[in-house]
């Protein structure tokens, strides 16, 4: 089945870190009707969210919060932490619809700890939007961030823009890894068919390494989220679908 033509209509454990043996620490790919006992909701609203067709649906209104424990269903990974060095995979299906979706996965401690990788639609003018890598980091509130755009829907046409992305763009991949003290925040954008034209490259791109002496935060966690712009007059709802979530070890 196409995931990406299926999608449905709506879509903290605080534990010492523990080691683990060389590869996949945990994946979800979402089978089956009901999210995993994994995972914890927090500000839990049953009606954004679906598991169904082996995809993880989530479902907001635009201006809400990406917080930690702030935005809507967030969701925080019952597992702890591993020592050392791990890479954290997610794997989105993805129509814009506000032209202002933010999704957000990393490590947090609460709302001013944590570090993340951001995959953001932003849109800077009424011609241009952007989909762009963002790694970020809180302490105490304090942000370090670091951005860049990996690719450019433009036209003046609100609609024309937005059936650009699922025309070229077939998913989009975002990660975050730890080596030591470092942590970087990746992206690929995969193209519904190589070579396509206008359509990326299919590669990894990252963005400048955060650093951190301590653990940033104490769990995995995913957002989703909108906030689109004043050139923007689509203040609807946004739709994002989940196809896995994977975490390794070296």
Do not use: C, H
Not at 60 to 79: D, I
Not at 198 to 215: I, S
Request: glycine letters at 8%; a negative charge; aromatic letters at 10%.
């Amino acid at each position: 089945m196409n995931k990406l033509k299926s999608l449905p209509l709506l879509a903290i454990v605080g534990l010492f870190a523990l080691p683990v043996s060389a590869g996949i620490y945990f994946e979800d790919t979402f089978d089956g009707s009901e999210l995993s006992s994994d995972w914890t909701i927090l500000n839990e609203d049953p009606e954004a969210y679906l598991v169904e067709d082996g995809v993880l649906t989530l479902l907001v209104a635009n201006r809400t919060s990406e917080r930690f424990g702030e935005a809507p269903n967030t969701l925080v990974l019952n597992k702890p932490i591993p020592e050392g060095d791990w890479k954290m995979t997610v794997r989105l299906l993805f129509v814009p619809q506000t032209l202002g979706e933010r999704f957000t996965a990393g490590v947090a401690r609460d709302k001013d700890n944590g570090l993340f990788s951001v995959f953001e639609m932003y849109t800077r003018n009424n011609v241009e939007t952007d989909a762009n890598l963002i790694g970020r980091k809180l302490v105490k509130g304090k942000e370090t961030r670091f951005g860049r755009t990996l690719y450019t829907i433009s036209g003046r046409n609100l609609e024309g823009r937005i059936s650009v992305f699922p025309d070229r763009i077939a998913a989009v991949e975002l990660q975050l890894e730890r080596n030591k003290r470092s942590y970087t925040a990746r992206m690929r954008l995969e193209p519904t068919e190589p070579g396509t034209e206008g359509a990326p490259d299919g590669e990894w791109r990252e963005v400048q390494d955060l650093t951190a002496l301590r653990a940033p935060g104490d769990n995995f966690f995913m957002t989703f989220s909108s906030w689109s712009s004043d050139y923007l007059p689509n203040d609807g709802e946004a739709l994002i679908a989940i196809d896995w979530v994977r975490i390794e070890t070296p």
